[in-house]
């Protein structure tokens, strides 16, 4: 018997909470397999801090949207026992780790974003995300500051490590508009000073971006299509085979306590 | 830790050097001196040590990889972030012991080819596989554990920058251990499934983990060497009673049943083992053991796909020295 999955009410604030915490579990799983496997040593000392810190603060996050939504789920049944078309994370973070320049390229466009987001986020009118904001800044000021490093140095590094690095970018470029949209849940958030507007940031984003990019002799793709669908839980191909490895005891073995 | 196993002669190497050098050498050890980098000391404790402190630095790194084979699969959050923190921190004693190694001139490159190359061993406890999310837990409690008894003593080892890292190593692997014993305590307190989770994976790990001590004395090359040099204090059959008594009431504590129904208690309150199958560790040692062949091919494949990488990093430092050097002549 495996264990079912839960219900959980999607209030705008849960909702929101819950794509943040989901963003967050799903990129700190990505870089965790990597763990014994990195290019040095040292660059596995570094991923593993990464994905530290994304746990850390999926953790808070999940166990923030469960005490708003006032039932009895809790952070692990929030990470565990929800399916694929429950989750609500980015496209761009359940995108697989591929190669060394595909995770470090995808790591730097979502730092870029949560830097800008996390900073704006210390001002929200719910205290609980404006601490949560005001300790993950700090966190993805090292993961941008670590991915901007290596994008100049595969960049600006040897012929294949560019090319690397350039078809990373044209593979990713098309999963990071979503971090920049709006539905109505937020809106309200927004108006209510719960939530910044991410399109706000947009520009602030393409400036940082395209200055790191030129500066490793990379360019930015000329292809504009955006692809969305994973705040609303359509997601790509990967994310369930990340899902059934990451709840595999949970679902294995319904209620046990680990 | 992870080295006594895999001590063996290198007495062919052994020659006389300035036999004053070597006296005043001796005595400094013999007094508890502490022995640095750029002291004179004679070339087969420079090797034997070299040998010593890359093995356990390889045993780290490869290490990380059966534990790392549960992270994406922890069973609740705090598990998966305490496991890859762990995991971490053996890269971190991996990186340490590699630093320590290369104070007495060899570099991490030779030492990790010489890994890759199949020249070097590793600790042969890595190469059984974790089946199971128990496994984690006796990794902790029984790996750790017995790292820590080797380890211990190695915080006294004669060569300073090797004792040194000890410290911090063994601090943080009493940690694991505590966190292994942890998770035991939690599925000995679970479920009856829960349970026999525990009790099978006690079953496949205990003796192995004797085996981590290494060769019984009588049959042990090289120890004597070691413990004139002070980098051994104690021998492998100590160690290994030690590691027994401690361990028997923490097995009583959690209700499970060590694999050895030979085992009797002795009149002094030692725990007397049954004979180990040394046929199985020499089996182990020779590359044939369940997962000798994965965990090498694990290692080659990260260093292999992260060359490219690796040279993209020193080829960008060359061009920006190159940019600093001409800027700084204009």
Redesign the interface.
Known sequence: MAAPSITVSETPLVLYTLRRADDALILGHRLSEWCGHAPMLEEDMALANMALDLLGQARELYSHAAKVEGRDNDEDKLAYLRDVRQYRNLLLVEQPNGDFARTMVRQFFYAAFADLYWRAMMKSKDATLAAIAAKSEKESAYHLRHSCEWLVRLGDGTEESHGRAQEAIEHLWAYTGEMFEVDDTERGLIDAGIAVDPAGLKAQWLKIVGGVIAEATLELPSNDWMQQGGRIGRHSEHLGHLLSELQSLQRSFPGATW | MYTQALNSSDGEDRHIEDAELAARFQARIDAEERIEPNDWMPAAYRKTLTRQISQHAHSE?VG??PE?NW???????????AL??K??DE??H??YL?AAAETLGSSREELVDAMLAGKAKYSSIFNYPTLT?ADIGTIGWLVDGAAIMNQIPLCRCSYGPYARAMIRVCKEESFHQRQGYEIML??C???A??KAMAQESLDRWWWPVLMMFGPPDQASQHSDTSTKWKIKRFSNDELRQKFVDATVPQAQFLGLTIPDPGMTQDADGHWRYSEIDWTEFKQVLAGNGPCNRDRMA?RR??HE?????????A??AG?RKARQLAQAAE
Request: hydrophobic share 45%.
């Open positions: 790194v990380m990889l790392g992270i994406t699969r922890a069973p609740t959050l705090r598990r998966k972030v890859l923190a995991v971490q890269c971190g991996g990186l590699y999310w939690t599925l307190r679970g479920s499934e829960q694990a494949k990260a796909e992260g060359a490219w990488v690796r040279e993209a990093a080829a960008y061009k």
